[in-house]
């Protein structure tokens, strides 16, 4: 169920309030850069309404840790980025993104989540944290690219990055920005181009931003001739 309105916006402003305390001082930054391993995930593709649409899950993502944290009040912020490549992995040829928030209102005792995508923004609120936690590591039928821009006979690949409560407040800005007008793609967040290759951006491991990062990849998808 979707609330947009100054109900939700109010109810986070006097959750963080009353916390008084930054999200930065929970998370100290590790002192050395670590590899981030690349997991093959199955995404299920399909095509609607002239783009490919991609569903896929990624639960392991959230271990005791980070669900403890969820309920602990302090907001959760999570970013993902999606890249669409052919099979020969070079440039990418789409890239999309999501970002979400949780928090738990203590008053309520019900989880907030905003989500900002391409197609806006809007809360859901949910009391199980199964749900919160479902909503925060998958996506459901997301688009990822125009069919238009696809050639058929060709295989593709989606590719993810999800970071859990990302250090860097410029590269949350900056995909939030992106997100609000995705007709401008910047040329680079946080130092990844966002059109780069596969090999670039998963490969070639850079210090670790976020609290939590997990990169994925999925099978091929065929488009039919």
Same mark, same amino acid.
């Given at each position: 169920?979707?609330?947009?309105?100054?109900?939700?916006?109010? %109810?986070?402003?006097?959750?963080?309030?009353? *916390?008084?305390?930054?999200?930065? =001082?929970?998370?100290?930054? #590790? +002192?050395?850069? !670590?590899?981030?391993?690349?997991?093959?995930?199955?995404?299920?593709?399909?095509?609607?309404?002239?783009?490919?649409?991609?569903?896929?899950?990624?639960?392991?993502?959230?271990?005791?840790?980070?669900?403890?944290?969820?309920?602990?009040?302090?907001?959760?912020?999570?970013?993902?980025?999606?890249?669409?490549?052919?099979?020969?992995?070079?440039?990418?040829?789409?890239?999309?993104?999501?970002?979400?928030?949780?928090?738990?209102?203590?008053?309520?005792?019900?989880?907030?989540?905003?989500?900002?995508? %391409?197609?806006?923004?809007?809360?859901?609120r *949910?009391?199980?944290?199964?749900? =919160?936690?479902?909503?925060? #590591? +998958?996506?459901? !039928?997301?688009?990822?690219?125009?069919?238009a821009?696809?050639?058929?006979?060709?295989?593709?690949?989606?590719?993810?990055?999800?970071?859990?409560?990302p250090m860097?407040?410029?590269?949350?800005?900056?995909?939030?920005?992106?997100?609000?007008?995705?007709?401008?793609?910047?040329?680079?967040?946080?130092?990844?181009?966002?059109f780069?290759?596969?090999?670039?951006?998963?490969?070639?491991?850079k210090?670790?931003?976020?609290?939590?990062?997990?990169?994925?990849?999925?099978q091929?998808?065929?488009?039919?001739?």
């Amino acid at each position: 169920m979707r609330s947009v309105g100054s109900r939700s916006d109010a %109810a986070f402003a006097r959750t963080a309030l009353c *916390l008084g305390v930054a999200l930065a =001082v929970l998370v100290a930054p #590790t +002192s050395a850069p !670590r590899a981030e391993s690349v997991v093959l995930k199955a995404a299920d593709f399909r095509e609607e309404r002239g783009q490919l649409v991609v569903s896929a899950g990624f639960r392991e993502l959230f271990d005791h840790a980070l669900r403890k944290q969820l309920r602990s009040g302090f907001a959760t912020t999570v970013v993902m980025r999606v890249y669409l490549y052919a099979r020969d992995g070079g440039a990418a040829v789409a890239v999309s993104g999501q970002t979400l928030r949780a928090v738990y209102d203590l008053w309520d005792e019900v989880y907030l989540l905003r989500v900002e995508d %391409a197609r806006g923004n809007y809360y859901v609120r *949910l009391r199980d944290q199964r749900q =919160v936690v479902d909503r925060l #590591t +998958s996506f459901w !039928r997301f688009p990822v690219g125009a069919l238009a821009r696809l050639r058929r006979g060709e295989g593709y690949f989606v590719a993810g990055v999800v970071e859990v409560n990302p250090m860097s407040p410029e590269v949350l800005a900056e995909v939030r920005r992106w997100l609000r007008n995705p007709s401008r793609q910047p040329r680079q967040v946080g130092g990844e181009s966002f059109f780069g290759s596969f090999v670039s951006i998963f490969v070639n491991n850079k210090i670790r931003r976020a609290e939590r990062t997990f990169k994925f990849r999925s099978q091929l998808h065929w488009r039919p001739r």
